[in-house]
Structure formats: structure tokens, C-alpha cells
């Protein structure tokens, strides 16, 4: 993911990195909120719902590969990366927002309830054809 290291993450978050150095230029190659999805080079975001608390899946991606985690809890001394947040949802907001300003392509808001697929489509066509969005 472009530009996505976890230095750059942390920053962008507003977060502490925690772990060790030499990971912190390390780039994500994902970012997932669901345990089971989280492969080699992700980073997993322990997210506190409801019904399941994320930060108790921390070992369970770690173990699965996992680059780093974002996370609300201060997980101490770790041998892995974290990211240390005040809220793992507004991080990821802002996380969002770090990557869209790195690329360079429109953005189209479409909003409504109805016709939102259709318009997204004739959006789209209009763009791929080399018309300025």
C-alpha cells in the first residue's frame, strides 16, 4: 500500500509506534478489521464492538503473521509492532485519509436512495474514457 509504513501510520493516526525499530519503515500490505483475514505483512485493527472486544485476537494475528496492530490498550513490551491510539475507529478514519491525499485521482461523492449503481456506473465510463472528472 502506498506509502503505508507504520512510522507514516502512526504519525497520520496520531498515535505512539511501540515495537521494534527496525519494522517502523515497514510497509502494510493490508488493513483488516476481521482476525481470520489478517495474512503476512497486514496490519490488524482491535476494534472494541459490542459483543467482541478485538484486542482479544491480538496473539491469535500475530501468530498468523501480522506486521503490527492498532490498538486502544497499551499492550506493554512486545516483541511485535503496535500502534498505540486513542481510538482504533477515528484512527482508521484518519489513516484513510493519509492514503487518499498520497494518490492522485478524482473523487466522486454519490449519495441518495435511489439510483446510486447506475450512477456510479455512467461515472465511471464517463472517467475511463479520458474525460476530466
Known sequence: MKNLTLANI?????GQYRGPADKANTEVTAIETDSRKVGPGAMFVAIKGER?????????VVAAGALAVLSEVDLG???????????????VKDIAE??????????????????????KE????????????
Do not use: R
Not at 516483541?79 to 477515528?90: F, M, R
Open 10 to 14: 502512526a504519525a497520520a493516526a496520531g
Open 52 to 60: 467482541v472486544d478485538g484486542h482479544k485476537f491480538i496473539d491469535q
Open 77 to 91: 513490551e512486545q516483541p511485535y509492532a503496535y500502534i498505540l491510539v486513542e481510538s482504533t475507529l477515528q484512527a
Open 98 to 119: 493519509f492514503y487518499l491525499k498520497g494518490l492522485d485521482i478524482p473523487v466522486v461523492g454519490i449519495a441518495g436512495s435511489v439510483g446510486k449503481t447506475s450512477t
Open 122 to 133: 455512467m461515472t465511471t465510463a464517463y472517467c475511463v474514457k479520458g474525460s476530466t472528472c
